[in-house]
T-cell receptor, first 111, second 114 residues
Framework: AQSVSQHNHHVILSEAASLELGCNYS??????LFWYVQYPGQHLQLLLK??????LVKGIKGFEAEFIKSKFSFNLRKPSVQWSDTAEYFC?????????FGAGTRLTVKP | NAGVMQNPRHLVRRRGQEARLRCSPMKGHSHVYWYRQLPEEGLKFMVYLQKENIIDESGMPKERFSAEFPKEGPSILRIQQVVRGDSAAYFC????????????FGSGTRLTVV
């Protein structure tokens, strides 16, 4: 079955630590990939997206993600997290306009 | 424990007809959110509801769109007099509390207006 997997349910980091959140998908074919963030008390917002071209995508707030087609992965990274990055992060995959979401990863950044 | 259930999965309507999209939240979740995904774009927030209350409808178009989440039954997103521009995927999510952690998405309803 087609699915999107986010391996980490809850990640706890100290400020200035580096972040990598995993996302793998099981779709075949050409996909579009997204990372969304939901800050406490707020609705989802788009962090970054990949449709084609350079597999290293830069998003807002210093986030980036790398599409590795051979690994069916689209991991989210940030070199140095801040307390304000505490949020829930969702990976999403779209194929032929059929979008599926991962279960989300909660990131807690300790000051 | 079933996840967020959306139906129908695909809906085709002619211009001028009404579209009704249903969302049954996860068991124990009393907060529902509707999002729209236009082709080649990300999700756009539409409305946030709790049972019998609309909490935030800042993302809803002013006309033709309405949403409800009755005491019994699923949440309904209703689009009256559909136009071609309404063609999109509509996603529902639910959570046990206010926006924050614990969001779960449905698989979406793809609306096509012909």
């Amino acid at each position: 079955a087609q699915s999107v997997s986010q391996h980490n349910h809850h990640v706890i980091l100290s400020e200035a630590a580096s972040l990598e959140l995993g996302c793998n998908y099981s779709y075949g074919g050409t996909v579009n990939l997204f990372w969304y963030v939901q800050y406490p008390g707020q609705h989802l917002q788009l962090l970054l997206k990949y449709f084609s071209g350079d597999p290293l995508v830069k998003g807002i707030k210093g986030f980036e993600a790398e599409f590795i087609k051979s690994k069916f992965s689209f991991n989210l990274r940030k070199p140095s997290v801040q307390w304000s990055d505490t949020a829930e992060y969702f990976c999403a995959v779209s194929l032929n306009n059929d979008m599926r979401f991962g279960a989300g990863t909660r990131l807690t950044v300790k000051p | 424990n079933a996840g967020v259930m959306q139906n129908p999965r695909h809906l085709v309507r002619r211009r001028g007809q009404e579209a009704r999209l249903r969302c049954s939240p996860m068991k124990g979740h009393s907060h529902v959110y509707w999002y729209r995904q236009l082709p080649e774009e990300g999700l756009k927030f539409m409305v946030y509801l709790q049972k019998e209350n609309i909490i935030d409808e800042s993302g809803m178009p002013k006309e033709r769109f309405s949403a409800e989440f009755p005491k019994e039954g699923p949440s309904i997103l209703r689009i009256q007099q559909v136009v071609r521009g309404d063609s999109a995927a509509y996603f529902c999510a639910s959570s046990p509390g206010p926006p924050g952690y614990g969001y779960t998405f449905g698989s979406g309803t793809r609306l096509t207006v012909v």
